[in-house]
Structure formats: structure tokens, C-alpha cells
């Protein structure tokens, strides 16, 4: 396949999907075909051991429009992500699952929300093929939760099938499992987010694999998140906010074991709120000390790679005279 820019790249993180993947093929051209726009389809094989691979390297032999990225070994979903996103070279990224439970024929919708201006456009699975208990409820909680925490309200942040501009992902790193926060890292761009209504499809083959043994990771990425969104330059605020406050509890718990002296001639050194004071005064001190240390950390990091700590949308300006 040339190196030539697309229009559409479709990234499919598989694993252990040999099933599913001819007739997620099949269906994937009928409606790119039909789009009548240049793209291009990556699978990207995170360590499969069902025979998958074998496969994605057949299709990527008999179709132009087609690669196969192979991984080493079974990496995760954020990691396939990403590998997909630095080899493509459409100017709007799609995102699937390869299990058919997304439906290639929302694809259109996707794109008619694109063409409208905004910047990500997001799947919403709102009549769902899942187990009520075990997937639905949690999901529904969890995604309040997302929604609540990272300011980017949807109602389904766990659906694959996305689509986004090239240049909100170019700046964006996945680790863990942040690939079910994209919309609210690239909200730190200042992007426009729509939300699509797609159709959900029972699965068909194997089994899913996630379900609530997942539960406490998806906690520990939020909190991540959140540090990311709101802290990532300026870690002080968070660490130096809790110092201050253990400061504060350490002033009042001293200030009480100086009264109980005076007022009432209580033992200080037998009191235990003379040890609490101790204690507030140095985890204050600590956290503080973290603020400050995460601080030169960033700056570091900022400095040393060039990293910004804006994003320019547009610049306007008024052309000197003779200037076309």
C-alpha cells in the first residue's frame, strides 16, 4: 500500500477473534466501498494464540487496502490502539471492536457527525446486547462517574466504535487502559464531542473479555485521568492542598493540647492528640515536599522534549499590505 495520506483509517485491536474476523471483513468493505472515500483498514493482532494471526496476514495478502500489524505479544487493547494510530495514515481515525458487536454499518453516521465540525464523534450503545448485571449496571454507574469526574458527559464511554481527527490523537499517549478515556484526554485540547446512537449486536462467538474482576482498574485509570486533566502541570495544587490541609489539622490538634494544659492541667506528654500533632505536622510537610518535587518533575519534562502546555486551534491575523 502507498504511503499516501487517506481519508479513513479503520483501527481493529484483535485478540483471539479467528471467528469473527472474515465476516467482520466483508462487511467493513461493503460500507467503506459504498463511502466512495480513500482508506484503509489496520488490524492490529495483540498477541492472538486462536489462530487469528494467520488469518490477518491472509487478508492483508489479498487486499490493497489492508495491513495486519502483528504484535509480540498480547500487549492490551490500549497498546493495540496505539500501534494502530502510528501507522495510519487517514486523516480521520475509526475505531472497532473485532467481535461484531459493533456494527460496520454505523460507520456513515460516525462520519456525518465529522462533516458537521466536530472534532470526535462517539458510539453510544443505548439499546445494549450485554448481561444486565455483570456488564450494563456497572457500566451505567461507571459511566456517571467518567462523565462526572472528567466534565466530558456520554453515556457510553466503554464503546469502541469512535471516530476522531488525526490531530486530536497525534499528541495523545495510551497506557494501562486509558483507551476507554479518549474522548476526555482529547478534551484537554479544547475539542468538540458529539455523541452517535449506534446499534449493538449480540456476540456470537467466544466469550468477552472484560467483566467486573475489571472493576478496580478502571477506578485506578480515573483517578489517573482526573491527575492528567486537571494536575499533570501543576501537581502542587493537589499535593500541596493536601499538605496544607494535614498542616492545618496538626495546628488545631496542637493548639487543643495546649488548652487541655492550661485550662484543665492535662498531661502533654501523655496526651495522644500530642502524637496526632506530630503526625498531621509530617505527612503536611511530606505532601508538600511532593508538590514541590512533581513540580520540577514537569517542568523537566516539558523543557527537555519541547512538550507544549497549550494547543493553538487557529491563528488570525491581519496581512501586511501587497500580501495575498
Known amino acids: 500500500m502507498s504511503g499516501e495520506e487517506k481519508e479513513l483509517s479503520i483501527v481493529i485491536p484483535v485478540f483471539n477473534e479467528r471467528e469473527s474476523l472474515e465476516e467482520l471483513f466483508q462487511e467493513l468493505k461493503g460500507v467503506l466501498n459504498a463511502l466512495g472515500r480513500s482508506y484503509e483498514i489496520i488490524f492490529v493482532d495483540d498477541g492472538s494464540t486462536d489462530g487469528s494471526t ?59 457527525k465529522m462533516d458537521e465540525g466536530y472534532d470526535v464523534a462517539s458510539g453510544w450503545r443505548k439499546q445494549r446486547r450485554d448481561p444486565l448485571f455483570t456488564r450494563r449496571i456497572p457500566s451505567f454507574f461507571a459511566n456517571m462517574l467518567i462523565s462526572k469526574i472528567t466534565s466530558v458527559h456520554l453515556h457510553d464511554y466503554g464503546c469502541t466504535l469512535k471516530a476522531y481527527r488525526r490531530e486530536v490523537l497525534k499528541d495523545v499517549r495510551l497506557y494501562g487502559e486509558m483507551h476507554r478515556f479518549l474522548p476526555a484526554l482529547a478534551s484537554w485540547l479544547g475539542v468538540k464531542v458529539t455523541e452517535v446512537e449506534v446499534n449493538h449486536r449480540p456476540r456470537r462467538f467466544g466469550e468477552s473479555k472484560y467483566g467486573l474482576g475489571r472493576t478496580h482498574r478502571v477506578i485506578l485509570d480515573l483517578i489517573n485521568l482526573k491527575f492528567l486533566l486537571s494536575y499533570s502541570t501543576r501537581p502542587i495544587r493537589i499535593f500541596g492542598g493536601i499538605g496544607m490541609v494535614s498542616l492545618l489539622g496538626g495546628i488545631v490538634s496542637g493548639a487543643s493540647v495546649v488548652w487541655m494544659k492550661l485550662s484543665g492541667g492535662k498531661d502533654m506528654t501523655g496526651n495522644p492528640l500530642l502524637l496526632l500533632t506530630v503526625l498531621f505536622i509530617l505527612i503536611g510537610i511530606q505532601f508538600i515536599t511532593m508538590g514541590l518535587l512533581g513540580e520540577i518533575l514537569i517542568r523537566t519534562y516539558h523543557e527537555s522534549q519541547g512538550k507544549p502546555i497549550y494547543v493553538v486551534k487557529e491563528l488570525v491575523e491581519q496581512k501586511p499590505p501587497g500580501v495575498s
Do not use: Y
Open 54 to 112: 494467520e488469518m490477518l496476514k491472509g487478508l492483508a495478502q489479498e487486499d490493497r487496502h489492508t495491513r495486519a500489524v502483528l504484535l509480540r505479544r498480547n500487549f492490551g487493547q490500549s497498546a493495540a490502539m496505539s500501534a494502530g494510530f502510528d501507522l495510519a495514515q487517514g486523516r480521520i481515525f475509526i475505531t472497532l471492536d473485532a467481535d461484531l458487536q459493533n456494527d460496520p454499518g454505523d460507520i456513515p453516521k460516525l462520519l456525518a
